[in-house]
């Protein structure tokens, strides 16, 4: 296998959860499979007047226990494998959190770096127009995901509403609280993530005084993890994007560092701070380790070297199975993605019935439901952590997938 193939590597995790359910052959078959793959090509004008063209996917996973749900990230690095393991992803993160959702995901092979804001928005009403059969409230519901934010699921809701002739909200989730986002819904991810991490410290028998957290990433994800633990005491030692890292070890101020990055476009550079590379912030001495980036980011190479208690996958897919298994071994607890970050997709279902019933809650309403469940969760991912003698990933794993497995059973083979 290679190792930076993340959809030979879920797959691989995926076989050993199905092995230890003891799935029939015909089921492990078609959980393997994506049901859906669009590939699109999205054209584009440009500012200078010439044509150009990027590649675009909509990977529909699996649709048994509801509408397929996943975000849009744009990148250069951008694969149809990437796109199919993420969607796979979310299939088994919506059952763990038992939200009646399937799994999809989608992409667009481009830097938005280099796009001017009309180019931007020309890419994506193009993109949404070319997959415009396939998403809807009740088919497929796209949300923000890397390089892509409610400004971008603003768009893709208009085009669709043009296409219908009336105003679709529940088309996608992460919109504008204007057009009818959910609060909370920004920084839920994250706030998802907190509570999974406060859970594990109880479980733990940790106090949560005087921890140390570093943070890979400083976007959506990773920005709120640090704002949120911050605000609750939690000293953030490092944090990172894709211009480098910075280390205090007295602490910085997440808000400050923002502050910094929308001024100087990266984290890197800001006062009272050491700058450092990528790989020493993920090697970085600290209790709690956010990667909130991309793939493959921990994985044989710099394992070893980890020198935390506790890695919360706020990123999907963060960590190689070769590089958790030396951190298995050196008894670092990890909180698997698919439990991890799980708190994005549910308040984008508070979104989506929300937006059905044009009913709209509190943020407290929100945060309160979005504890509930992730502390649910968490609690069924521990027991069979615990009860399985599993690692928490398996464990995770077996949940989502058993509820998936279910419900295709009981819905049976069409024809
Ligand atoms: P984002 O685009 O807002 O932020 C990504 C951040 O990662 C940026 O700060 C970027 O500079 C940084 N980055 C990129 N490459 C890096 C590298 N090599 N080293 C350090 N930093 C690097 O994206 P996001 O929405 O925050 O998503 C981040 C991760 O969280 C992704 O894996 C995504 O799938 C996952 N996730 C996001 C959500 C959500 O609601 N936004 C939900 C679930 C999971």
């Given at each position: 296998m290679k190792e930076d193939n993340v959809w030979?590597?879920?797959l691989e995790r995926l076989d050993k959860t199905m092995a230890l359910l003891g799935l029939t052959p015909g089921v492990q078959k078609y959980l393997r499979e994506p049901r859906k793959i669009i590939e699109v090509a999205v054209t584009v004008k440009m500012d200078s007047g010439d044509i150009d063209i990027f590649k675009g996917y909509r990977i529909q996973h699996n649709t048994n226990r509801g509408p397929a749900k996943g975000g849009i990230r744009y990148h250069p690095q951008v694969t149809a494998d990437e796109i199919k393991a993420l969607a796979?992803?979310?299939?088994?993160k919506c059952a763990v959190v038992n939200i009646p959702f399937?799994?999809?995901?989608?992409g667009v092979i481009v830097d938005p770096k280099k796009l001017s804001l009309r180019e931007l928005?020309?890419?994506t009403r193009r993109y949404t127009f070319e997959i415009i059969n396939d998403i809807g409230p009740e088919k497929d519901i796209p949300a923000p995901d890397v390089n892509t934010n409610s400004q971008v699921m603003?768009?893709?809701m208009d085009t669709y509403s043009?296409?219908?002739g009336y105003s679709v909200p529940g088309v996608v989730t992460g919109k504008p609280i204007e057009l009818g986002g959910s609060l909370g819904r920004e920084y839920a991810t994250s706030l998802g993530c907190v509570y999974t991490i406060l859970s594990t410290l109880k479980t733990m028998e940790i106090d949560t005084s005087e921890l140390n957290v570093a943070v890979q990433g400083f976007g959506n994800a990773g920005y709120h993890c640090a704002r949120i633990l911050y605000d609750m005491g939690f000293k953030i030692v490092a944090v990172s994007d894709s211009g480098g890292a910075i280390l205090n070890k007295t602490g910085l101020d997440p808000y400050l560092v923002l502050e910094h990055k929308n001024k100087t476009k990266s984290v890197v550079g800001y006062k009272n701070s050491e700058d450092i590379s990528g790989d020493d912030l993920l090697t970085t001495d600290c209790d709690i380790l956010i990667p909130a980036a991309l793939e493959n980011q921990i994985t044989e190479i710099n394992s070893p070297n980890i020198k935390t208690k506790i890695i919360a996958e706020a990123a999907n897919a963060p960590t190689t199975p070769a590089g958790e298994e030396v951190l298995l071994e050196n008894n670092i607890f990890i909180i698997p993605d698919i439990l991890c970050n799980a708190g994005g997709v549910t308040v984008s279902y508070f979104e989506w019935v929300q937006g059905n019933l044009s009913y709209f809650w509190s943020e407290r309403e929100v945060k309160l439901k979005l504890r509930d469940i992730m502390e649910?969760?968490?609690l069924e991912v521990y027991k069979i952590h615990k009860d399985k003698k599993v690692d928490m990933r398996t464990a995770a794993s077996i949940l989502g997938v058993k509820r998936v497995a279910r419900a295709m059973e009981l819905r049976g083979i069409y024809p």
């Open positions: 030979q590597m879920t796979l992803l979310m299939t088994i399937g799994g999809a995901k989608g928005e020309n890419l603003a768009w893709i043009i296409d219908k649910k969760a968490y």
